[in-house]
């Protein structure tokens, strides 16, 4: 079954520190993978996808996700996290031919002033 | 744009009412999805539409909640007899094919069913 896996459900880090919120996928065939931001009381955005070409595709305010095939991992990082980063953040597979998304639970990211 | 509109924002209603959430999508975005998210059940596809047609509804938990679109403008999710365990935000959201850009999501509607 296609899927994706957020391990974390809270990740806390001190501003200033980098950020990592992972995400792996369980797919067949190539994935299209996203990942997707929820600030309170709000509706889901966007923030990058990989879909082909590099491995490390950057985003909007400042994240970056890196591809690793050989681990179905689709990690989201940032190099300084800032306090006003603390959202839920969503990893999403689309299939290859397909319409929709398929959406990890969410990790909940805090960063301590 | 103002982006994907969803009215009302929050609706409170009563166990075995009729409930219809709305949805303005972005002008030109051809696909158009209703999700549910919960605290147990985190985000869920409920049904997608693709140029006014409905494609997958295979997430729509049961008879009782149905979904139109009329035209590329509008969409419609109701709930006929809305249950308590119903209670959830209901998204809407929109992109142009298959969402290679990303999908805009509107702001939800808050639905309490009590």
């Known amino acids: 079954a296609q899927s994706v896996a957020q391990p974390e459900d809270q990740v806390n880090v001190a501003e200033g520190n980098p950020l990592t919120v992972k995400c792996t996928y369980s797919?067949?065939?190539?994935?299209?993978l996203f990942w997707y931001v929820q600030y309170p009381n709000r509706g889901l955005q966007f923030l990058l996808k990989y879909i082909t070409g590099d491995n490390l595709v950057k985003g909007s305010y400042g994240f970056e996700a890196e591809f690793n095939k050989s681990q179905t991992s689709f990690h989201l990082k940032k190099p300084s996290a800032l306090v006003s980063d603390s959202a839920l953040y969503f990893c999403?597979?689309?299939?290859?031919?397909?319409?929709?998304?398929?959406f990890g639970t969410g990790t909940r990211l805090t960063v301590i002033p | 744009d103002a982006g994907v509109i969803q009215s009302p924002r929050h609706e409170v209603t009563e166990m075995g009412q009729e409930v219809t959430l709305r949805c303005k999508p972005i002008?030109?975005?051809?696909?158009l999805f209703w999700y549910r998210q919960t605290m147990m059940r985190g985000l869920e596809l409920l049904i997608y539409?693709?140029?006014?047609?409905?494609i997958d509804d295979s997430g729509m938990p049961e008879d009782r909640f149905s979904a139109k679109m009329p035209n590329a403008s509008f969409s419609t999710l109701k709930i006929q007899p809305s249950e308590p365990r119903d209670s959830a935000v209901y998204f809407c959201?929109?992109?142009w094919g298959r969402g290679d850009y990303g999908y805009t999501f509107g702001s939800g509607t808050r639905l309490t069913v009590v």
């Open positions: 539409f693709n140029n006014n047609v409905p």
């Open positions: 002008s030109g975005h051809n696909s």
């Open positions: 797919v067949s065939g190539n994935p299209y």
């Open positions: 959201a929109s992109t």
């Open positions: 999403a597979v689309r299939l290859t031919g397909a319409n929709n998304l398929f």
